[in-house]
Antibody, heavy 116, light 113 residues
Framework: QVQLVDSGGGLVKPGGSLRLSCVAS????????MSWVRQAPGKGLQWVSY????????EYADSVRGRFTISRDSTKNSLFLQMNSLSAGDTALYYC?????????WGQGAMVTVSS | DIVMTQSPDSLAVSLGERVTINCKSS????????????LAWYHQRPGQPPNLLIY???TRESGVPDRFIGSGSGTDFTLTISRLQAEDVAVYYC?????????FGQGTKLEIK
């Protein structure tokens, strides 16, 4: 069964850091482009970042570039999002997704709340 | 950035009726290199992650019922649900993947009348 399980969310103070993880099952992460998409409470969807199947191409939204880092570990069949210098505007449900164009598999999301 | 604008923001339709949701992009998402429109549609049921319905503007994802129909080209796109079913209650989003940052429409909330 093709599945993504997100974890690592939580409450963090402004300026803090958090690392999100996403474990894939039913497919191999390194065979696909993978992305992160976020959704602020009660709001719409915002693309955050993607990493290519080869790992050689990575892109970020302007709002997170320089603060967030996407990566993956083939041995763990996992995708990660390291988030630094967090601010209230980063409060959102973060979804791990398969693909970078049409996103055809989504995790349940990891909630990140940035608040003092 | 390409801005995606959906209309209407919300609508209520009777079961079995036809639903039309529109999506307009601020720039064309049609690539001349492959003559494809880089546009997808998703729906998001309450408390659930989004679910891919349509890609390349008109290609149904595997397992998506044929009552979901995507159409349009260039900057103007439409998602049609031919006969509304109760399980179609959701927020619908269009998304362009023509150029980064990939952007979504603001969403259209569909309810049963």
């Amino acid at each position: 069964q093709v599945q993504l399980v997100d974890s690592g969310g939580g409450l963090v103070k402004p300026g803090g850091s958090l690392r999100l993880s996403c474990v894939a099952s039913g497919f191999t992460v390194s065979d696909y482009y993978m992305s992160w998409v976020r959704q602020a409470p009660g709001k719409g969807l915002q693309w955050v970042s993607y990493i290519s199947d080869s790992g050689s191409t990575i892109e970020y939204a302007d709002s997170v570039r320089g603060r967030f880092t996407i990566s993956r570990d083939s041995t763990k069949n996992s995708l990660f999002l390291q988030m630094n210098s967090l601010s209230a505007g980063d409060t959102a449900l973060y979804y791990c997704t398969r693909g970078h164009w049409a996103l055809n598999v989504w995790g349940q999301g990891a909630m990140v709340t940035v608040s003092s | 950035d390409i801005v995606m604008t959906q209309s209407p923001d919300s609508l209520a339709v009777s079961l079995g009726e036809r639903v039309t949701i529109n999506c307009k992009s601020s720039q064309s998402v049609l690539h001349s290199s492959d003559n494809k429109n880089y546009l997808a549609w998703y729906h998001q049921r309450p408390g659930q992650p989004p679910n891919l319905l349509i890609y390349w503007a008109s290609t149904r994802e595997s397992g998506v019922p044929d009552r979901f129909i995507g159409s349009g080209s260039g900057t103007d796109f439409t998602l049609t649900i031919s006969r509304l079913q109760a399980e179609d209650v959701a927020v619908y989003y269009c998304q362009q993947y023509s150029s980064t940052p990939y952007t979504f429409g603001q969403g259209t909330k569909l309810e049963i009348k």
